[in-house]
């Protein structure tokens, strides 16, 4: 997948980069950090700038990022309490739940958004129950932009700083994203044995 990443690069510069970055956010899978430190790279040898990729990607990150609010605004909590309602008993989840998450998002869904841009794969998932939650699409767009501004900036300027090395940070964002990701399988592991007893209590 990086030389696919890097060859539209290398062919398209900026709108490349812009397509991809979009792309990524819609997709996960599609590693950012190979897109952002190889654009990065690309200013070194080429008539790209530091500013102009950091500008063109944050735009395809935060357009990807909208479609994916939009689709949670499709879903809302009315028609996920609904399905809820419907097939929840699988799962053991009840509107009381779906509610409570919503309340939690509001509470705290403004910086959620804003860190969960620094975290690979949630942070395009983060895009979903902010919009599910009615989070106003302009505190969002801000947050979102705020967020994806930090990431891009540093692996822009880190992709430029070390040019042909470019390739070993992104092995180094490999194991920060494995690491990621475990805490993650386990975070999830744990939330469901819990929440199993706490049902099994309730009986």
């Known amino acids: 997948m990086e030389n696919w990443i890097t060859d539209i690069m290398n062919e398209f510069g900026y709108l490349g980069i812009l397509l991809l970055i979009?792309?990524?956010n819609v997709f996960p899978p599609i590693p950012s950090e190979v897109i952002l430190t190889f654009g990065g790279f690309m200013t070194t040898n080429s008539e790209l700038t530091v500013m102009g990729v950091v500008a063109f990607s944050t735009i395809g990150s935060v357009a990807g990022a909208v479609i994916l609010y939009g689709i949670g605004r499709l879903i809302d909590v009315d028609r996920m309490e609904k399905i809820i309602e419907k097939w929840g008993h699988i799962l053991r989840l009840t509107?009381?739940?779906?509610?409570?998450?919503?309340?939690?998002?509001?509470?705290?869904?403004?910086?959620?958004?804003?860190?969960?841009?620094?975290?690979?794969?949630i942070r395009s998932l983060i895009s979903i129950p902010a919009g599910m939650s009615g989070m106003n699409f302009g505190v969002f767009l801000l947050f979102t932009t705020l967020g994806t501004l930090v990431w891009n900036v540093i692996l822009v300027n880190v992709g430029a700083a070390v040019g042909d090395s470019w390739e070993t940070i992104v092995k180094?964002?490999?194991?920060?994203?494995?690491f990621v990701y475990a805490f993650l399988a386990l975070a999830v592991i744990v939330f469901a044995v819990l929440f199993m007893k706490k049902r099994v209590a309730k009986k």
């Open 22 to 24: 979009a792309l990524e």
């Open 172 to 178: 180094y964002m490999d194991i920060y994203s494995n």
């Open 95 to 121: 509107k009381k739940d779906i509610q409570k998450a919503d309340q939690w998002f509001d509470k705290y869904g403004v910086w959620t958004v804003f860190f969960c841009r620094l975290i690979p794969l």
